[in-house]
Every structure is written in C-alpha cells, then in structure tokens.
Nanobody, 119 residues
Framework: QVPLVESGGGSVQSGGSLRLSCADSGGLFTINTMAWYRQAPGKRRELVAS??????NYADSVKGRFTISTGNARNTVHLQMDFLKPEDSAIYYCQAACYNGESMQYDYWGQGTQVTVSS
C-alpha cells in the first residue's frame, strides 16, 4: 500500500493553473513536515515546496507562482500551481517526513502525479 496518494495532475497550457493534493492512505507515524518534490526526465528530483508547522519554504523557481498548504484532514497537503511554465513539467511527488531538528528520522512518499505544461 502506497503511504501517500497524490491527485490533481494533468495537462495544461502555459500560464494555466493546476492544484495537486496529497492524502495519507493510513498508517503513518507522526510527521511534522510535508513537501512536494518534482522530477523531470533526465534530471534529479528537486524540492518544490515544504511546510512545517505552518512555515513554508519554496524553490526560487516557483516563488510567487506556487502555494503549499495543509488540508483539514490529518496529513493532507495541497500545491496550488499558477502561471505554469513548460519547465514546470515533471512528475510531482508528495513527501511526509518527521524531523528532529535538522535531522530527518523517517519519511514516506507517494507514487507521483504527472504535470505537463505545453507552450
């Protein structure tokens, strides 16, 4: 069973918007950080945005365009993506993690959802 389930990916034209969602499928231990990563073909997986106790962090490439937020249900997170660009095309992965200070104790991943932005 995949610990996290993502939804909301798809295809959109440049300048459009998509909203990704990620939910706990059950059984996760305590976490304090949720994040979105992405991986484009031939590139390394990169952090897009994270949220820890309400504090958010964004990659420079998405600042001002993407917004990460937690949902009402336990261990849910959303990523609102506006003003999308072709270079945003990638598989987007949800991560849930437990940190002790700067040290990550454990994490969980979803299976990913494809985002394709056409010019």
């Amino acid at each position: 069973q995949v610990p996290l389930v993502e939804s909301g990916g798809g295809s959109v034209q440049s300048g459009g918007s998509l909203r990704l969602s990620c939910a706990d499928s059950g059984g996760l231990f305590t976490i304090n950080t949720m994040a979105w990563y992405r991986q484009a073909p031939g590139k390394r997986r990169e952090l897009v945005a994270s949220i820890t106790n309400g504090r958010t962090n964004y990659a420079d490439s998405v600042k001002g365009r993407f917004t990460i937020s937690t949902g009402n249900a336990r261990n849910t997170v959303h990523l609102q993506m506006d003003f999308l660009k072709p270079e945003d095309s990638a598989i987007y992965y949800c991560q849930a993690a437990c940190y002790n200070g700067e040290s990550m104790q454990y994490d969980y991943w979803g299976q990913g959802t494809q985002v394709t932005v056409s010019s």
